[in-house]
């Protein structure tokens, strides 16, 4: 992420909390078509587990057949929080910034979430909640489904956007063949 | 036999040749080309810097290590966990190493990461006799990267160490080129008028001290795995790959903010240790840090690393590029950084009003006649004895924001308040500060310190003096803490100088506010008018070493020793042999 952006970014925060929770929300949304859509329990060819560590997931990538629904449970087996989200790079990259702010209003405070303030109300009922479809942040020990129909884009990753994570090394590729 | 239980005694074999390394260093004179210079020093193994030691988190070392000068020597393993009589500090560990002889170091390796290897003797450190050491970790890392290069920093000067301590000694400002000249006098006095300009001359005075006492030694030039800026030192790399650099600062005297623009840094490791991964443009590492980046060059173009002393008086250069000879843009060095009154510390919260500008006693060697009077080294006739009174030890509890600074500047909570040294990242981005560093996975738990013990950080430049409470090492007496403690360290920096502060033998948990996640270091750096507080878990005994890690200030006697008490009682025995011998340290 470049600082520049993030800090362009944050000034439009500063201008309009819409944007703000119309950026974490929307993410997932408008960029379905490029990575695939949420899926549907019933439609699921198998389940995968990726258990996320500090900072690592196992397994460390996956291979995908085109238009295949997967059901994965991701389990949090580290001491911090962790994301699991499935995305190109770029829609990462734009990820990134948004989790930035989430650390800089203390919603990610290291191995804690802070609920009240993902609930809070940033106005016009929009708030810092992290509930794509596509993804799912979770603390130390938590447990969670995210049920995902994969297109036949060959550039997706499942990444870890909690800033620092992603450059870390914390994603893996999916492989669509 | 049992198939399975030959290959389980096959592996324990082949794990136990494994896991004890046997290892061999000389000290040897050698020559050192910056480029710039071509002088006489000392190297390990023929080279300055020596080899990098790469050893494995659980194996036994055997370190032999001889000395082929005609002066003692010693090899202090900085930052490594290890029995007392092994940390290498003379008249501390251990008497020396003679010359001619060899002395054969053994001790685990009880610890993964980044660190480095330098004489404990005299001034063969900053003539040249330092390395690197890489321990690869048991489990896997908590970061990946495709390929890796040790990236140690020195501030190599033409002089010799014994001659630079000599011309401090005698003349603490020979090497200090950015002091305020008279016309930057007379330009401060139509701006801020003759009086108020008089007044903030008269207190860094009283402090013994010049604005531009941000570097004590220039003149140097900076060197990256021994290579000048012209020679250029190339790492190599395929574009796409993640790349981890091991920064070390082996310097002598020299801090250094280092960036390689068009790179993002993400730094995964500070002083060994992993932390939570923090992206920053720039850093800056302090006299005896590491510090652990990765970077992931995509484009097939040349990087600069790019590395500027504090003080903006030198720079180091390096290159990362997919072909040897490509270069990037060397970037110019910024305006030096300027002290402002916040740096003077425990002197902030004065109402310059206060000061009696007519005490025959305060202005006695002063010369009003001449602009002279205010040089530097005039200024060490003033009396400054009315200055005594003034109640240091409300540092920490000082409002800086209080006081009239001017213009707001960049903050952070590891730098006075108004500070003129606040890094900001060349490119307007994110410069590292201690507050993110925060433990990856933390060793100790967290409890409450037993005690507090406060270390006021001293000098007087005027006097190149460097000390501890205002005690010099020779006049002082050892800390001593007990095994099993948890001591809080308080460090009051009352001069306006940075000091590196590196407890031997055990972790300094640097507190940055973030409890059970404040990160463990070996060097702690303490801005000037700063209170920068650590904790130890006394956790090995015997003695060890505790200093400023600026070569000139520990010599000067910025230096204690600290012996722990108590303990697996087989230690104590060896600790009095230790210091039967002596030696210097």
């Known amino acids: 992420m470049t600082v520049s952006k993030f800090l362009v ?7 309009s909390a819409t944007t703000f929770a119309a950026g974490i929300h929307g993410g997932g949304h ?67 910034e948004e989790m930035m702010m989430m650390v800089e209003h203390g919603v990610i405070q290291g191995g804690k979430l802070n609920h009240d303030m993902m609930e809070m109300d940033m106005g016009n009922g929009q708030s810092m909640k992290h509930d794509d479809p596509n993804s799912v942040l979770l603390e130390p020990g938590q447990r969670q489904e995210v049920i995902w129909k994969f297109s036949d884009n060959s550039n997706i990753e499942f990444a870890c956007n909690v800033p620092g994570h992603y450059q870390a090394g914390m994603y893996g590729d999916v492989k669509v063949q | 036999m049992n198939s399975r239980l030959g290959s389980v005694l096959l592996s324990l074999l082949m794990s136990a040749s494994v896991m004890a390394g046997e290892y061999n260093l000389t000290v040897d004179r050698v020559e050192i080309d910056t480029g710039d210079f071509v002088k006489d020093g000392i190297g390990y193994n023929g080279a300055s810097p020596g080899p990098v030691m790469r050893f494995k988190e659980g194996e036994n070392v055997k370190i032999n290590v001889t000395n082929n000068l005609d002066e003692m020597t010693s090899i202090h393993w900085h930052g490594l966990i290890l029995p007392f009589d092994q940390d290498g500090v003379p008249g501390i560990s251990f008497p020396g190493i003679k010359p001619g002889e060899t002395f054969t170091y053994e001790f685990p390796i009880q610890q993964a990461g980044t660190y480095w290897f330098h004489s404990h003797s005299g001034f063969q450190e900053p003539d040249g006799a330092y390395g690197s050491i890489v321990i690869e970790p048991e489990g896997r890392e908590p970061f990946r990267y495709d390929r890796e290069y040790v990236v140690q920093l ?11 301590m000599r011309n401090l000694k005698m003349m603490p400002d020979y090497y200090n080129r950015e002091q305020q000249t008279v016309g930057e006098f007379f330009s401060d006095v139509s701006e801020n008028g003759l009086m108020n300009t008089v007044r903030d001359r008269m207190a860094w005075g009283g402090m013994r001290m010049m604005k531009a006492d941000v570097e004590d030694l220039q003149g140097f030039t900076g060197l990256i795995n021994g290579k000048g800026p012209d020679q250029n030192w190339t790492g190599l790399f395929e574009p796409g790959e993640r790349i981890r650099l091991r920064f070390i600062n082996s310097s002598a005297m020299t ?13 995964v490791q500070a002083d060994g ?45 390096a290159t990362l590029a997919p072909e040897e000879g490509m270069e990037a843009f060397v970037p110019q060095l910024r305006e030096p950084a300027r002290l402002t009154m916040a740096d003077m510390g425990g002197m902030s919260g004065m109402d310059h009003g206060d000061m009696d500008m007519n005490s025959s006693e305060g202005m006695s060697g002063m010369d009003h006649s001449s602009m002279e009077g205010m040089d530097h080294a005039n200024m060490s006739n003033m009396d400054h004895s009315n200055m005594k009174g003034m109640d240091h030890s409300g540092t920490s509890g000082m409002d800086h924001g209080s006081m009239a600074m001017g213009k707001e500047g960049p903050s952070d909570p ?11 990242a060349a490119n307007g981005g994110k410069f590292l500060s201690y507050a993110d560093l925060k433990a990856q996975d ?76 404040n990160p463990i270091k070996h060097t702690v750096s303490v801005q000037p008018g700063t209170t920068v507080y650590m904790e130890t878990e006394v956790d090995e005994p015997g003695q060890w070493a505790f200093h400023c890690h600026l070569s000139y200030h520990a010599a000067a006697g910025m230096f204690r020793k600290v012996i722990v008490e108590g303990g697996p009682e087989s230690t104590q025995a060896k600790t009095d042999a230790a210091a039967e011998e002596g030696g210097e340290a």
């Open chain 1, 9 to 15: 970014a944050a000034a439009t925060i500063l201008l």
């Open chain 2, 255 to 267: 801090y250094f903010d280092i960036r390689i623009p068009g790179l993002d840094m993400t730094v």
């Open chain 2, 442 to 517: 933390p060793l100790y738990e967290d409890r409450e310190p037993t005690r507090e013990i406060e270390l006021r950080l001293t000098g007087n430049m005027e006097r190149y003096t460097w000390s501890i409470n205002g005690v010099k090492y020779e006049d002082a007496d050892p800390i001593r803490l007990k095994y099993g403690e948890r001591v809080r360290f308080k460090f009051v920096n009352e001069t306006m100088m940075t000091h590196p502060m590196h407890l031997h033998g055990m972790w300094s948990i640097l507190d940055v506010g973030a409890d059970q996640w």
């Open chain 1, 30 to 96: 408008d960029h379905g078509a490029a990575s695939g859509e949420p899926g549907k329990a019933s439609e699921a060819s198998r389940t995968i587990t990726v258990e996320m560590y500090d900072n690592y997931y196992e397994p460390g990538s996956i291979i995908v057949s085109p238009g295949e629904t997967v059901r994965f449970v991701v389990e949090n087996k580290g001491n911090l929080v962790h994301e699991f989200n499935i995305g190109t790079p770029e829609m990462h990259e734009g990820h990134q």
């Open chain 2, 154 to 164: 020195t501030d190599k000067h033409p002089h010799s160490g014994d001659r630079i």
């Open chain 2, 414 to 424: 590891f730098y006075a308040k108004g500070s003129g040294l606040v890094p900001t």
């Open chain 2, 273 to 317: 240790n992993n932390v939570q991964p923090v992206s920053v443009d720039e850093f800056r590492i302090g006299v005896a840090e590491t510090y652990d980046v990765i970077v992931r060059p995509k484009g097939e173009q040349a990087y600069t690393i790019f590395a500027e002393s504090m003080g903006r008086s030198g720079y180091a250069r």
